[in-house]
C-alpha cells in the first residue's frame, strides 16, 4: 500500500469553560469602588490533533490529565466533543450505560452525525454493528458473534496464524529489509480475520485492497473509503447468499444458522456484524503489531529480555509484555463514540444530554494515579488493568484473536529475525492521521539473512 500525505488537520482548541448560567437581574445599591482585581491568565493548553500532537500525543495528555481532566475541544471533523483522560473516570465512562453508543443521541444536525463514524457506512446500511448500538440489541448480536472467540475457537485458530505468519516473513526472510506494517503488520489479521469470516481464499486480496483504503484514515483518494466501505458491503451481501446455500464451518455461515434457528438476524444485520469484525478485528491488531514492535525496536533493553526469555522456552514474559505494549502505546487511541443519553457528570464535569464524549484510553493508561511508573515501559509488570480494549459490555470481542496474532507475531519476529533493527531514524518516521486508531504509516527494519549469518547463531 503506498504511502499518502493526509490533509494537515486543524488544531484542536485550548480548554474552554462554559458560560455559567444567569439569573435574573437584581438591582443593587451602588458601593464603593474597590481597586479593580487582576485576573490572572489561565494556562494554555497544548495544541491537539496536529501533526507533531500524533507523533507523541503523550505530554499533552499528562497535561490534560492534570489541568483540565474531562476537556471539551474542537475536533478536526468540526465537532465538539469531551475529552476524558483520567483512568478512573475513564473506566466510569466506559461502563455508564447514560452514554449511548447509538449516534441518534447526538445533538447535532444530520450532517454533523455522518461524521462520527466510519465513512460511509451510513449510506451502505452497515449501522447495525456492536459499536453503534445499545442493549438490548447489542446483547443478542454480541451473544451471537461471541461464540467465535471463544478461548477454544481462538486456540484452534492458533496453527492458522503462526501458518501465515511465517508464510509473511518468508516473503521478506532473504532480502535483509522489509517494510513491516505492508508486509507483515497489515496483511496478517487480514487474512485471518478473513479466514475466520468464511471469505474464500482467491476472494482476499480484494479485502486487502478495500481494507487498505479504509487503514489511511483520509491519506487515499476522495471518498475513497466510502468507496472501499460500499464494495465490501456488496460483496459481503453475495457472500451472506453464497453461505446460505452452502454454509461451511466459519463466523458468516454461524450467523446465518442462528438466524435460520429464530436469533431475529437481519441480512443488514449479518453485513454490519461482518463489516465491523473486518474493520475492527483487523486494524487494531496491525497497529498492535506495529506499535509493539516499535516500542521493542526503540528500548533494546526490553527486547533483550524477550529474546532471552524465548530462547529458554519461557512465554510468561512475552504474555504479560504484550499487554504491556497495549497499555504503554496502544493500538486503539481513543474509544469510539459515545452520547450523552442525559445530562451526568464525568470528573467532576457537567455534560449536557445530546454531548459526544471520547474516551481517550491512550491517557487513562498512563495515569501515574493508576499505574506506578506509566511512562516506562515495563514487559514484566503484572498490574495492568489497562484500558487498551476497552472496558465493560463494549470491551472488545476480538482481544483474544488480537492477543494471540500479536504473541505469534512478535515472537516469530524475534526468533527467524534475531537482529532485526530499524532502517530510519525515529523522528523520520510518521504516524496515520486519525481519531481513534494509533499506528506507524511505515516501520521500514533491517537484518541479516539466515544464508549470512555466522554458523554459530540461529
Known amino acids: 500500500m503506498p504511502d499518502q500525505q493526509p490533509a494537515q488537520p486543524p488544531a484542536g482548541c485550548p480548554q474552554q469553560t462554559p458560560p455559567k448560567a444567569q439569573g435574573p437581574e437584581r438591582q443593587t445599591p451602588p458601593k464603593a469602588q474597590a481597586p479593580e482585581r487582576q485576573t490572572p491568565p489561565k494556562a494554555q493548553g497544548p495544541e491537539l490533533f ?37 483512568y478512573t473516570d475513564a473506566r466510569q465512562a466506559l461502563a455508564d450505560q447514560r452514554l449511548s453508543k447509538n449516534p441518534a443521541h447526538h445533538d447535532e444536525s444530520a450532517h454533523a452525525k455522518g461524521k462520527t463514524g466510519i465513512p460511509g457506512e451510513r449510506k451502505a446500511e452497515l449501522m447495525t454493528h456492536l459499536l453503534n448500538i445499545d442493549p438490548p440489541d447489542h446483547t443478542r448480536l454480541r451473544r451471537l458473534v461471541s461464540k467465535a472467540f471463544t478461548p477454544r475457537r481462538v486456540a484452534e485458530f492458533a496453527p492458522r496464524v503462526q501458518e ?84 461451511g464451518d466459519d463466523l458468516i455461515s454461524g450467523l446465518i444458522r442462528a438466524s435460520d434457528r429464530g436469533e431475529h438476524l437481519t441480512e443488514n444485520e449479518a453485513a454490519a456484524m461482518a463489516f465491523i469484525l473486518l474493520f475492527a478485528g483487523f486494524e487494531t491488531t496491525v497497529n498492535l503489531i506495529g506499535n509493539g514492535m516499535y516500542a521493542l525496536l526503540t528500548h533494546p533493553e526490553q527486547r533483550a529480555r524477550l529474546q532471552n526469555a524465548l530462547a529458554d522456552g519461557d512465554t ?42 471520547l474516551v481517550v484510553l491512550a491517557a487513562a493508561d498512563r495515569d501515574p494515579e493508576r499505574f506506578e511508573r506509566p511512562d516506562t515501559l515495563d514487559l514484566s509488570r503484572t498490574d495492568n488493568q489497562h484500558l487498551g480494549y476497552g472496558h465493560g459490555i463494549h470491551y472488545c470481542l476480538g482481544a483474544p484473536l488480537a492477543r494471540l496474532e ?53
Not at 497499555?327 to 442525559?342: C, I, Q, S, Y
Not at 504473541?407 to 518516521?429: C, E, F
Request: net charge negative; charged share 25%; aromatic share 8%.
Open 50 to 86: 496536529t501533526w507533531e500532537f500524533a507523533t507523541d500525543p503523550y505530554p499533552a495528555y499528562a497535561w490534560l490529565r492534570e489541568n483540565s481532566p474531562v476537556h471539551r475541544t474542537t475536533l478536526p471533523s468540526g465537532i465538539e466533543a469531551w475529552l476524558v483522560t483520567r
Open 164 to 247: 501465515l505468519t511465517d508464510g509473511l516473513i518468508d516473503d521478506f526472510a532473504g532480502r535483509g529489509e522489509a517494510d513491516l506494517i505492508h508486509e507483515f503488520a497489515f496483511p496478517l489479521p487480514i487474512y485471518a480475520i478473513c479466514d475466520l469470516l468464511g471469505v474464500p481464499r482467491e476472494d482476499q486480496d480484494d479485502f486487502r485492497d478495500w481494507a487498505g483504503m479504509m487503514i489511511r484514515h483520509g491519506g487515499g483518494p476522495r471518498g475513497g473509503v466510502a468507496r472501499s466501505v460500499k464494495k465490501m458491503r456488496g460483496y459481503l451481501a453475495d457472500l451472506i447468499h453464497r453461505k446460505r446455500l452452502d454454509p
Open 316 to 357: 510468561g514474559l512475552l504474555e504479560t509484555g504484550v499487554e504491556e505494549l497495549l497499555r504503554f502505546d496502544g493500538p486503539v487511541e481513543l474509544a469510539t463514540w459515545r452520547f450523552a443519553t442525559e445530562a451526568l457528570t464525568v470528573g467532576g464535569q457537567r455534560i449536557a444530554a445530546g454531548d459526544p464524549v
Open 406 to 458: 500479536a504473541q505469534a507475531a512478535l515472537a516469530t519476529l524475534l526468533r527467524r529475525l534475531p537482529d532485526l533493527r530499524l532502517a530510519s531514524d525515529p523522528a523520520d518516521l510518521r504516524w496515520r492521521g486519525g481519531l481513534i486508531m494509533r499506528g506507524l504509516r511505515t516501520l521500514p527494519v533491517e537484518f541479516t539473512t539466515a544464508q549470512n549469518r555466522p554458523p554459530s547463531e540461529p
